[in-house]
């Protein structure tokens, strides 16, 4: 509906709307991650100036302090854009990103300067109207790594997708990763299948979109080395324009909670909570686990 209303050029749409192979499912894979809910303790401010935008996050975690800024900024239309990550003590990388040298490309390339001089980073991606490619390159010192991904619209409603990555080093060569993945998408309905851990963990999700305001999951995890299996339900509920609610609970025992708070145009506030459902009536069960994030600025 979003991008019925904004009615965008043909090639623009296509650009917006292909979906690669790492975030096929996204939605329903973040539901279910533990990094979703442990925010600790963090306060965030976004603010832009000109073209210019930096954001800066603090991080309080067991009595440890941590802090982080990035600064972006568009050095022209030829080199794109560039962006310094600073730590509480340093500038640890350097980004560009640049699109446009070659119709539906972008790169993004990182430096790592606290891995040393010959480490860092390079993302193509290539995004067509019934095909997306992405190839990753890391270099850390003398280890090479690349991870290549598809994922291709074979019907309307339709994709199938995979993943390889490949090391390099010195004194071997050897595939690290491979998975594969198939997506149903219907209207308001989403039926994802992909492997992880070099196909030995299948994961299948459904989510069902019931209204504007209401987002269901249905989840069944199997681990062929382990011969596990666990099954979650979850969803996401926005309760108004200002408040969601998300989170979801396995049979694995996890249980998490997501409330997010729009205090203003410029304020919001997230608490995250994390629990074992199966040992929460246990007198010596682990404590619930609750993180608070402030953000502040330009969202």
């Given at each position: 509906?979003?991008?019925?209303?904004?009615?965008?050029?043909?090639?623009?749409?296509?650009?917006f709307?292909?979906?690669?192979?790492?975030?096929?499912?996204?939605?329903?894979?973040?539901?279910?991650?533990?990094?979703?809910?442990d925010?600790?303790?963090?306060?965030?401010?976004?603010?832009?100036?000109?073209?210019?935008?930096?954001?800066?996050?603090?991080?309080?975690?067991?009595?440890?302090?941590?802090?982080?800024?990035?600064?972006?900024?568009?050095?022209?239309?030829?080199?794109?854009?560039?962006?310094?990550?600073?730590?509480?003590?340093?500038?640890?990388?350097?980004?560009?990103?640049?699109?446009?040298?070659?119709?539906?490309?972008?790169?993004k390339?990182?430096?790592?300067?606290?891995?040393?001089?010959?480490?860092?980073?390079?993302?193509?991606?290539?995004?067509?109207?019934?095909?997306?490619?992405?190839?990753?390159?890391?270099?850390?010192?003398s280890?090479?790594?690349a991870?290549?991904?598809?994922?291709?619209?074979?019907?309307?409603?339709?994709?199938?997708?995979?993943?390889?990555?490949?090391?390099?080093?010195?004194?071997?060569?050897?595939?690290?990763?491979?998975?594969?993945?198939?997506?149903?998408?219907?209207?308001?309905?989403?039926?994802?299948?992909?492997?992880?851990?070099?196909?030995?963990?299948?994961?299948?999700?459904?989510?069902?979109?019931?209204?504007?305001?209401?987002?269901?999951?249905?989840?069944?995890?199997?681990?062929?080395?382990?011969?596990?299996?666990?099954?979650?339900?979850?969803?996401?509920?926005?309760?108004?324009?200002?408040?969601?609610?998300?989170?979801?609970?396995?049979?694995?025992?996890?249980?998490?909670?997501?409330?997010?708070?729009?205090?203003?145009?410029?304020?919001?506030?997230?608490?995250?909570?994390?629990?074992?459902?199966?040992r929460?009536?246990?007198?010596?069960?682990?404590?619930?686990?609750?993180?608070?994030?402030?953000?502040?600025g330009?969202?």
């Amino acid at each position: 509906a979003f991008f019925r209303r904004c009615r965008l050029p043909f090639p623009t749409f296509v650009l917006f709307i292909m979906t690669f192979f790492a975030k096929l499912g996204k939605d329903a894979f973040d539901l279910v991650k533990d990094k979703t809910y442990d925010l600790k303790s963090q306060l965030e401010i976004k603010a832009k100036a000109d073209e210019a935008a930096w954001e800066g996050n603090l991080t309080l975690d067991d009595a440890k302090m941590s802090g982080k800024v990035k600064v972006s900024r568009p050095i022209s239309d030829k080199y794109g854009k560039v962006t310094a990550e600073i730590d509480t003590q340093n500038v640890t990388k350097l980004e560009f990103e640049k699109s446009g040298l070659v119709p539906n490309l972008n790169l993004k390339g990182t430096l790592d300067l606290l891995q040393g001089p010959a480490s860092g980073a390079l993302e193509a991606k290539y995004a067509h109207e019934r095909a997306t490619l992405q190839v990753d390159l890391k270099l850390k010192q003398s280890t090479v790594a690349a991870e290549a991904s598809t994922l291709i619209k074979v019907a309307s409603k339709l994709s199938v997708g995979g993943m390889v990555a490949y090391r390099h080093t010195a004194d071997s060569d050897e595939v690290t990763d491979y998975n594969g993945a198939i997506q149903f998408k219907g209207e308001g309905t989403d039926l994802v299948m992909k492997t992880e851990n070099s196909a030995d963990t299948i994961s299948t999700f459904f989510t069902h979109t019931y209204s504007p305001s209401a987002w269901l999951l249905f989840g069944f995890k199997y681990s062929l080395s382990k011969d596990t299996r666990v099954v979650s339900l979850g969803g996401k509920y926005t309760i108004d324009g200002s408040s969601t609610v998300k989170g979801f609970i396995a049979t694995d025992g996890k249980a998490r909670v997501h409330y997010l708070q729009n205090l203003s145009n410029v304020a919001k506030v997230e608490i995250g909570t994390q629990f074992d459902a199966l040992r929460a009536f246990d007198k010596v069960g682990a404590a619930p686990k609750i993180g608070v994030k402030l953000s502040l600025g330009d969202f």
